[in-house]
């Protein structure tokens, strides 16, 4: 019998020698960037700072690849924008104090999508660990207390003998379903000091498997075997998962309706006869849902968006498929099933058997996109409409986009056909401003083989104008679609809505044209007229590009407010 002690790996000859004479004038910083080599990884983002310089110095030592960005911000959402396109964790260097804490909204927003990212921090010296007030620079009573509750796992070495552990452990939380960022921090003194450790290898940090349970399978298959009115919401977790082909076959099998949420763009073919598209925010697509008498969701939560702001009630039994344990049964009871998208789905296709078919399934389809249509275009939003189209047709198929907060992006969150899982990206997570720009520079940086798009406000893209400096020193291939309205313009239209008028709205902004310019960036002020033409140009071109284009949009009615 072989037991598990007994499966120790011992080192080649090779390994041993390298071991007992480790290469001279390695530091701590060098555990850092060998462990992360040896995990796989091949190119980091961040921003040096004074306590970090002991990670970023050993880089120099490093086969690995650094991006850097202008703020910690957006270099978390660049490397959130990576970890979703490679489904690779993505690693991130930080300084201690304000440069960890610039990085919050940007984990928040990984937090919120599943994308995995290994931040990596330095601290203040060993010394004033535990919440000694000793008067470092940028010293913090807990910083790892504040990472806490946005990021999935916390992590850290206080000695360099708990550098490679400490990160392989936090990888695999990262790439573990849900995705997600995790964090690790490591003293000053830790990074600085002289290596006398083995150089680190191979490490293993293979990512856990969420399966199903058996039992809850055979329950949620003959539900749908049974079903006469099934339905299915596709969420986030099946694109990340990898998940769409299982989707597509299980869907056909049932004969089964399939709505994607805002979070799940492409995972489902925006013109197959059984889909309902992306059309939550529509009360007759939630009345479809709520008709169903079995309802599948696969990796949603059924949140805010994805439940029309929780006016969606199901009549019918519910069947919830998610990775995030705390998302299961949160907003609706169901037979909720702890399980990674693809794996639940697998198990689904391997045990229905001769399901009972709804024929009318397209026609009752056809006929609830007939009424969205209708709804929307008596609401005069010919322009908004035509814009999305403009940008869809610039678009190549393949290419990613990546969408701020801005008017254009909720049209798109409900109406833009992503055509491919995994290439339609906001920040509906989190829902903060200056995601667009960035992410898409974390994206072209994974693959510069295609253009990227980037879309903004004016607004939001005051947030990432410094990394048109990143975007020109990379040569990296995005084009930033900026819509200008001259001020926050969803919010213009809430608070006018709401109370009348609007307070803290309105902003003065730069040419953004001229701007663009200085940083050595193309430019271009086009019009609805011309946008398909000018983006479309922009993006076949090599480098950075800016398109402006000055618009004041309009978001169609809401249907959840009675």
């Known amino acids: 019998m072989t037991h598990d002690h007994d499966l120790v790996l011992r080192p080649t000859p090779a390994q ?68 979703r396109i490679t489904g690779e964790a993505a690693p991130l260097l930080l300084s201690t104090g304000p440069g960890a804490l610039m990085s919050l909204a940007a984990l928040q927003e990984a937090a919120a999508a599943s994308a995995p990212v290994l931040a990596i921090g330095s601290q203040v010296p060993a010394a004033g660990l535990g919440g000694g007030r000793r008067g470092y620079l940028h010293e913090l009573r807990d910083q790892a207390a504040s990472f806490r509750d946005v990021v999935k796992s916390v992590h850290t070495a206080r000695t360099q003998s708990q550098i490679p552990s400490a990160i392989a452990a936090a990888w695999e939380s990262a790439l573990t379903a849900p995705h997600g960022p995790v964090w690790v921090e490591i003293p000053q003194d830790v990074l600085l000091a002289e290596a006398e450790l083995p150089v680190v290898t191979a490490v293993d940090a293979t990512p856990e498997e969420v399966v199903p349970r058996p039992e809850l399978t055979a329950v949620a298959a003959d539900l749908l075997s049974r079903a006469e009115r099934p339905a299915i919401i596709a969420g986030g977790g099946v694109v990340r998962s990898d998940a769409s082909g299982k989707l597509r076959a299980l869907a056909e099998l049932v004969n089964a309706p399939v709505v994607t949420t805002f979070g799940g763009k492409g995972a489902f073919p925006w013109e197959h006869p059984l889909s309902l598209q992306s059309w939550l925010e529509d009360r007759h697509t939630t009345d479809f849902l709520e008709d169903a008498d079995v309802l599948l969701v696969v990796g949603s939560g059924l949140g805010e968006l994805s439940s029309n702001y929780h006016t969606f009630t199901p009549r019918g039994r519910v069947v919830q498929i998610e990775a995030d344990a705390g998302k299961l049964e949160s907003n609706h009871p169901a037979l909720g099933i702890h399980a990674d998208a693809r794996l639940a789905l697998s198990a689904l296709l391997e045990t229905i058997e001769a399901p009972r078919q709804d024929p009318s399934a397209p026609e009752r389809v056809r006929a609830v996109l007939d009424r969205v249509r209708e709804r929307i275009d008596g609401q005069e939003l010919g322009l908004e409409q035509r814009l999305l189209a403009s940008v869809r047709a610039a678009l190549p198929a393949a290419a990613p986009s990546f969408w701020d907060m801005t008017i254009l992006a909720y049209w798109a969150w409900s109406a833009f056909d992503a055509r491919r899982p995994n290439t339609m990206h906001s920040a509906q997570g989190a829902g903060g401003l200056g995601y667009a720009f960035p992410a898409a520079l974390g994206a072209a940086v994974a693959d510069p083989s295609q253009p990227v798009l980037a879309v903004s406000g004016d607004g939001g893209a005051m947030y990432s104008i410094a990394e048109l400096a990143t975007a020109r020193q990379y040569d990296l291939p995005v ?24 307070t803290g709205t309105e902003l003065a902004r730069p040419d953004f044209v001229a701007l663009a310019e200085s940083f050595g960036v193309p430019g271009v002020r086009t019009t609805p007229d011309a946008l398909r033409d000018d983006l479309a140009k922009a993006l076949a071109e090599p480098g950075p590009s800016v398109v402006v284009l000055p618009a004041v949009l309009k978001m169609f009615a809401p249907t959840h407010l009675g």
């Not at 992360?36 to 306590?51: I, K, R, W």
């Open 479 to 502: 084009t930033w679609l900026i819509v200008d309205d001259g001020g926050y313009g969803i919010l213009r239209e809430y608070m006018t809505d709401a109370f009348g008028e609007p």
């Open 16 to 83: 041993t020698e390298a071991a007992l004479n480790p290469p001279p004038g390695r530091r701590g910083g060098d555990l850092v960037v060998e462990t992360l080599a040896g995990l796989g990884a091949t190119t980091v983002f961040g921003l040096p700072g004074q306590h970090a310089l002991g990670m970023f110095d050993a880089l120099r030592r490093s086969s690995l690849t650094y991006v850097g960005l202008r703020v910690e911000n957006n270099a978390g959402f660049a490397a959130d924008a990576y970890g």
